[in-house]
């Protein structure tokens, strides 16, 4: 079973190293790596082509422009020749080197059609400094309806299933991959298995973490992708999330 991992990057050489040789030190031998990149003005394209070299041919990518973030994620999927997909960010990485393997062994079972866990956000400064721990455990698609998601990142599942059900809606600004989730496991009921560890770690300060005004956009984003998609929800009910992100604050993982 080849899996398919894709980064999308834009001026990521601050984090793009870790991000890299964590995907190089996978112990599962069948990666395909796909590195999509747009116009990268710092030297984003020399880290990749540094460690190119080492993926022996397992390690394909490109630099050109795109319509943002979730176009780019489209070129990286259909880039791919692997069976399974799944996306680390270009600030994220894995900090166990058995995640993809862990991830393989779900997939064995025929009944799998899509794989989660959990993931550990991390101090960018101290990278050993767990600020919060999200938990995918308690996920239903029912909760999909309070903005509660399953772990983006450690979301994987088989390649043919964009293909059926479609890839990223691009004229998402920031909540695309709740939109997909939401097509993936409410809509289309792909059965789901639920792994017990934190699959990688995030630097916190991203896109849908960054300021008031994004949080703004991402529930009026997340309050659209339920109502595309046949789930009634509203703005109040989508507040209950910050009370969970509150008790996970205050109850780290270390």
Same mark, same amino acid.
């Not at 964590?22 to 990749?48: A, K, M, N, R």
């Not at 995030?202 to 949080?215: C, F, L, P, V």
């Given at each position: 079973?080849?899996?398919?991992?894709?980064?999308?990057?834009?001026?990521?050489?601050? %984090?793009?190293?870790?991000?890299?040789?964590?995907?190089?030190?996978?112990? =599962? @031998?069948?990666?395909?790596?796909?590195?999509?990149?747009?116009? *990268?003005?710092?030297? %984003?394209? $020399?880290?990749?082509?540094? =460690?190119? *070299?080492?993926?022996?041919?397992?390690?394909? #990518?490109?630099?050109?422009?795109?319509?943002? +973030?979730?176009?780019?994620?489209? &070129?990286?999927?259909?880039?791919?020749?692997?069976?399974?997909?799944?996306?680390?960010?270009? $600030? $994220?990485?894995?900090?166990?080197?058995?995640?993809?393997?862990?991830?393989?062994?779900?997939?064995?079972?025929?009944?799998?059609?899509?794989?989660?866990?959990?993931?550990?956000?991390?101090? @960018?400064?101290? /990278?050993?400094?767990?600020?919060?721990?999200?938990?995918? &455990?308690?996920?239903?698609?029912?909760?999909?309806?309070?903005?509660?998601?399953?772990?983006?990142?450690?979301?994987?599942? =088989?390649?043919? =299933?964009?293909?059926?059900?479609?890839?990223?809606?691009?004229?998402?600004?920031?909540?695309? $991959?709740?939109? /997909?989730?939401?097509?993936?496991?409410?809509?289309?009921? /792909?059965?789901?298995?639920?792994? @017990?560890?934190?699959?990688?770690?995030?630097?916190?300060?991203?896109?849908?973490?960054?300021?008031?005004?994004?949080?703004?956009?991402?529930?009026?984003?997340?309050?659209?992708?339920?109502?595309?998609?046949?789930? #009634?929800?509203?703005?109040?009910?989508?507040?209950?999330?910050? /009370?969970?992100?509150?008790?996970? +604050? +205050? +109850?780290?993982?270390?």
């Amino acid at each position: 079973m080849k899996f398919s991992l894709i980064t999308v990057t834009f001026n990521s050489s601050v %984090t793009l190293h870790d991000t890299i040789q964590s995907v190089f030190l996978q112990t =599962y @031998p069948e990666i395909e790596y796909i590195i999509v990149d747009g116009l *990268s003005e710092d030297c %984003t394209i $020399d880290i990749i082509k540094e =460690y190119a *070299s080492l993926f022996h041919g397992r390690l394909d #990518w490109i630099s050109e422009k795109d319509n943002g +973030l979730y176009d780019a994620m489209n &070129k990286g999927i259909r880039m791919a020749t692997g069976d399974i997909i799944g996306i680390i960010n270009s $600030d $994220d990485f894995y900090h166990r080197r058995d995640t993809i393997m862990r991830v393989a062994e779900a997939f064995k079972n025929s009944d799998v059609q899509a794989v989660y866990g959990d993931v550990r956000f991390v101090n @960018p400064q101290n /990278l050993d400094k767990t600020v919060r721990y999200y938990s995918s &455990k308690r996920f239903t698609p029912e909760m999909f309806r309070f903005g509660f998601m399953p772990a983006h990142p450690t979301f994987f599942t =088989y390649r043919k =299933y964009f293909e059926e059900f479609g890839y990223y809606k691009i004229d998402y600004k920031i909540a695309a $991959d709740y939109e /997909l989730l939401i097509r993936f496991l409410y809509v289309h009921q /792909l059965k789901s298995k639920y792994l @017990p560890f934190d699959f990688m770690k995030m630097r916190i300060g991203g896109t849908s973490t960054a300021s008031i005004r994004s949080n703004i956009l991402l529930n009026k984003e997340i309050v659209r992708a339920c109502k595309e998609n046949g789930i #009634w929800t509203c703005m109040p009910l989508l507040f209950l999330k910050y /009370l969970v992100k509150v008790f996970e +604050l +205050l +109850l780290v993982k270390e």
